[in-house]
């Protein structure tokens, strides 16, 4: 396990994470057709693009079952982007799309979870289940019940936080 790239890979989703409470909190406030305006588009193109180096950072982590986040990261990323096409178009299949790219989010996050739950379980469970819950939260934004989601990404943070507290982050950063 590289911790160095662990650590940026945790980084990377953090700064993520609280875009994209932005993001979910926006939506929330002025309902789903919301996702449709150029704020909206363009805050999940930059969490998109954030995307992107998570899963290589997370690649170089030398993870347990890596095979599996490089195949449904990468997976999450492809499908999210052509839902972003979609959505940028104007088209309703994009939201479908974007859903469906996060679905993969937390089967990307297994091997994460399974290699940082030897730094700290606590930790590393509020990340991996907080990623579930945000994606699970995501769909019933058309049923009014944003707030799961919310939460979710919440707890999301909360284990990242944790987990960057936790590592070794003096060496971390030196080595960077």
């Known amino acids: 396990m590289n911790v ?3 650590f940026q890979g945790n980084v990377i989703s953090l700064i993520a994470s609280l ?3 932005l993001e979910l909190t926006l939506l929330e406030v002025n309902g789903i057709n919301f996702i449709f305006s150029l704020p909206s588009v363009v805050i999940l193109w930059i969490i998109w693009a954030m995307a992107i180096p998570s899963v290589l950072s ?3 982590v030398k993870l347990e079952r890596q095979k599996m986040l490089d195949f449904f990261g990468t997976l999450a990323v492809i499908i999210a982007g052509i839902g972003l096409v979609f959505l940028t ?13 996060y679905f993969f989010e937390p089967i990307a996050g297994i ?3 399974l290699t940082a739950k030897k730094i700290k379980l606590t930790y590393s ?8 819950i945000f ?4 769909p019933l934004y058309l049923f009014s019940l944003g707030p799961v989601a919310i939460v979710g990404d919440a707890i999301k943070m909360i284990g ?5 507290l936790t590592l070794n982050t003096r060496t971390v950063v030196k080595r960077m």
């Open 4 to 6: 160095k790239y662990l």
């Open 19 to 21: 875009i994209i409470l």
């Open 58 to 60: 997370y690649h170089m």
């Open 89 to 101: 178009l104007g088209k309703f299949l994009g939201v479908e799309l974007i859903l469906l790219g």
């Open 111 to 113: 091997p994460i979870f």
């Open 125 to 132: 469970s509020l990340f991996f289940w907080g990623a579930v």
């Open 135 to 138: 994606t699970a939260g995501l």
């Open 160 to 164: 990242l936080i944790g987990l960057l």
